[in-house]
């Protein structure tokens, strides 16, 4: 008797598990967005997939908790091209800048506006 009452537990569990992983994975970046980006210990490489040359733009590092976003302007950034930008180059509130093992980082948002005026917000997680 006391191993058939464990079978649904188990079964609620792996259900659970796999609710839980489809729903991470839905946040993740997508591929066809016109503007995205990468990861890596030392900066973020920023990617213009849109077809334009972006002409202006704003790079925000989005903290987990109450502080405000280190944000960078975006430099003009060709269409195909990618561009490396330093960690060290985004400031918060205040012009403190970000050290990557001082804060931790939730998501990236990009603001861009392309040589024909057309305006792109990407939002995705920080790998």
């Known amino acids: 008797m006391k191993g058939s009452s464990g ?9 659970l598990g796999a609710l839980l ?8 970046q997508d591929p066809n967005a016109p503007v995205g980006f ?5 900066y973020i490489t920023i990617e213009n997939r849109s077809g334009n040359a972006l002409a202006e733009g704003l790079i925000e590092l ?3 908790g109450v502080l405000a976003p280190f944000r960078r302007e975006l430099p003009r950034l060709e269409s195909g091209a990618k561009r490396d930008l330093p960690y060290d180059l985004f400031s918060g509130a205040g012009g403190a800048r970000f050290r990557p ?9 990009i603001t861009a506006k392309d040589i024909s ?8 997680p920080f790998d």
């Open 38 to 42: 990468t990861t890596s210990q030392t």
């Open 62 to 64: 989005v903290p987990s």
């Open 7 to 15: 079978f649904p537990c188990a079964i609620a569990c792996v259900v």
């Open 101 to 109: 093992g001082a804060t931790r980082i939730k998501s990236v948002r």
């Open 117 to 124: 005026g057309k305006t792109y917000k990407v939002e995705a």
């Open 21 to 28: 992983t489809t729903g991470c994975g839905a946040a993740a």
